[in-house]
Each structure stands twice: as structure tokens, then as C-alpha cells.
């Protein structure tokens, strides 16, 4: 059976084998606070602010890396650095072990904190970038020894420092330990200052 549709009162055949082309998936995201529908490869171009009315959309640690630093410079430390149980927490019946192994597992990170060296427009930096997606960027002990280890790096290389934060505080699950990152990262920064690196 043919298919007709017209076009200026003229008709035009489908042939009948013909299959209607598929659309790809994930063209299109609407914003959240005003409902514009955007063209994803815009959208993305534009840094994931919408166009309309200036909405930021929340960016992963990986997609901040990629527009601080120049295309392959950025090389990543301390993946060592693995999340302990000090004080056997548990919280809702779930251990803290559990709930590190199903974020990281959701997540991609193994961290809520990303560390690292790279190149800002050539010049050689250290970063350390958290993302709000592991447990909302709460800082831990080993997100403050990725923090502070970064400031170091900097001091020995006499680099910039970048750090991009978005934390949720400091991290229940390790209690006093989480608490101690405040004064640890704060004396590293101190260090920084005193040798008249930028931060």
C-alpha cells in the first residue's frame, strides 16, 4: 500500500519499505528554572548555563577539570587515597563501607574530591576539583589529605593552586576525623600564603 502526502496541491508517494528515521536520544534538556527546551551541543557550548535566563546547571568534577584546564594537561594524583571506616558508623542500618562501595559505584569516583596537575592557558597548576554528586562533596579524611597534599605539590613546585568547591561540610560519617580537615587544609592554605603562591 502507497503513503501520499501532500505538498503545495501536489501529491507525493512514500515508498511502502521505507522506515521512518530515528531521533537520537538526548537532543534536548529543559531548564530547570524557567523550562526552556535547549539544544543539548548549545547547551554543552555554553558551560551548561541556560541561554534564557542564566540558570547554571550543576557540573561534574571531570566537566570542571575540562574547562579549567588546557585539552590533555591535566594528569591525576593521589588515587591511592582510599575512604576508611574509623568509627564502624552506620546510619538508616546501612555501614559506612556499604555506603562508600554504592556511591562510588553510582557515581564513577572513588573520591568526592578529584586531585591532580595540569595547565590553565599554559601555566602549570595544581587542582583539586570535589563533586557534589558524592555524598553532596562532604569532606572526609581522605578528601582533606587530597587537599592538602595538592597545596603541597604547589609549595614544592612553587605552582598556583586551584581548588573548585562545592562541599557539603564536613562528612557525619567520619565524625572528629571529618572535623579535623578544617584545621589540616587551613594550615596548609596558611603555608601557601606565606610563600606568596596563589590560591
Known sequence: MRNLFR???KYFTIPADSTPREIPENLWVRCHRCGE?????EFEKNLKVCPKCDYHF????????EILTDPGSFVEKDTDLLPGDPLD?????????EKIAETQSRTGLVEAIISGSGRLEGIPIQL????????GA?????????????????????QPVVIS???GGARMHEGIFSLMQMAKTSS???????????F
Open 7 to 9: 505538498k503545495n496541491s
Open 89 to 97: 558508623f552506620v546510619s538508616l542500618g546501612q555501614p559506612y563501607p
Open 188 to 198: 596548609a592554605l596558611a603555608r601557601l600564603a606565606k610563600a606568596s603562591i596563589p
Open 138 to 158: 562532604s569532606m572526609g579524611s581522605v578528601f582533606g589529605e587530597k587537599v592538602v597534599r595538592t597545596i603541597e605539590r604547589g609549595l614544592a613546585s612553587h
Open 58 to 65: 550543576r557540573l561534574s568534577a571531570m566537566e570542571r577539570i
Open 165 to 167: 568547591s562545592c562541599s
Open 37 to 41: 527546551l535547549l539544544y543539548v551541543k
Open 128 to 135: 583539586a576539583v570535589a563533586d557534589f554528586t558524592f555524598l
